[in-house]
Structures are given as C-alpha cells and as structure tokens.
C-alpha cells in the first residue's frame, strides 16, 4: 500500500467510528435512561512516530475498571538505524491486540499488559528489484504510563519487548538481512476517551 492511500484510511476509520457512536447514542430511548456504570470506557489513539516514518498507527480501546483491551492496525517504513542492515530496505504492517491492567487507577496511571500481533515484514535490496516478504507471529509484554491531559485527551509513553515466531534471516542476491526475533519497542501514544 503506497503512502497516500495509507494515510486516506486513518481519517476514514475515525470517521465510521464517529459515525458509529453517533448512531448508537441516537437509538438509545430518552425517556428511560439509566445512569450508565463510569466503570466502561472507549478511546482511540495514533502513534504519531508511525506518521513520521512513512506508515500509520491507529488503535481503538474497550476498558472495564482497571482492564483495558486495545486492537491496532498499524506500518511503518523501519528506519535503517533501527533495522542495522546496511544496503537494505525494510518495511512492515500488521494488526495487534493488547491487554493492559492499571494496578493503582481505573484508566490511568501505571499499567502492565501483555500483547499479540501479525506482521507482514517486506525486505528490500536497495538499488535492485529483489525483495522478501515474511508474515510473523509475536507475543510479548509491556508498561507504560497514561497521563491524563485536558479536553479528555491524554499521552502515553510505553515500551514493550517481543518475541517474534517464523523470523528468519533474508539472502538477497550476496548480502543477507539479520532478522531478531527479539524486539524492544519504545513507543508514545496520543489518545481521545469517549468515555
């Protein structure tokens, strides 16, 4: 999926999902509203490094008290000081879930969590038409911090360590990628809860 029609579909989603909540809020019956439990939560939030490096990064959040689960879709063009394969190309694009716990508040805080994803990763040859693509498997952990900010908006820095399943080096013509199957992720997340 080339650049522009990458970034085309974040605004789009976050349209059908306002759209979607709208609907939702219009069907509920006025007369007999009940106070809805503070304990369900919903957020959506964007890693704006993936922006920086030609890709997208957008996550939707369902939390209950101290549980909250996030589902991702996500790409980036991976720079070639993170990469370390001199003469390479790499890229990637995926979905993931993760389950976060928040010890001490309800959707604040300090939290823990574990996570699951599905990577398609494309190695490329630079100055040639050779290139890789592999699909791989990862499970992993992480922790982070989510600060509240004003207008219900917050940040969340997180860093995370992975496992990667089905990784594997990658010969093109006389030079070969050096695949890690281990990960360590830092990332900085910007949100918006609904809710």
């Known amino acids: 999926m080339n650049r522009p029609s990458r970034l085309a579909a974040v605004p789009a989603f ?32 964007v890693d704006p490094t993936a922006y920086v490096f030609g890709g997208y990064s957008v996550h939707v959040g369902l939390g209950y008290r101290n549980l909250r689960l996030d589902v991702g879709a996500f790409a980036i063009d991976v720079p070639d000081f993170v990469h370390g394969n001199d003469g390479f190309d790499a890229s990637m694009n995926g979905f993931g879930l993760k389950l976060h716990y928040f010890p001490f508040a309800e959707q604040r805080g300090a939290f823990v969590g574990v996570d699951a994803g599905l990577v398609r990763i494309l190695v490329r040859r630079e100055g040639t038409s050779l290139a890789s693509q592999q699909t791989q498997l990862s499970t992993g952990v992480h922790a982070g911090y989510r600060f509240l900010l004003p207008a219900n908006l917050y940040v969340t820095p997180w860093i995370g360590v992975s496992r990667g399943f089905n990784v594997r080096d990658v010969t093109l013509g006389d030079a070969t990628f050096d695949s890690n199957p281990v990960t360590v992720f830092p990332a900085v997340h910007l949100g918006y809860r609904f809710r």
Not at 18 to 26: D, K
């Open 14 to 45: 976050l349209s059908l999902l306002l759209t979607a909540s709208s609907a939702l809020a219009e069907q509920a019956p006025v007369a007999n509203l009940q106070p809805v439990s503070e304990a369900f939560h919903a957020d959506a939030e």
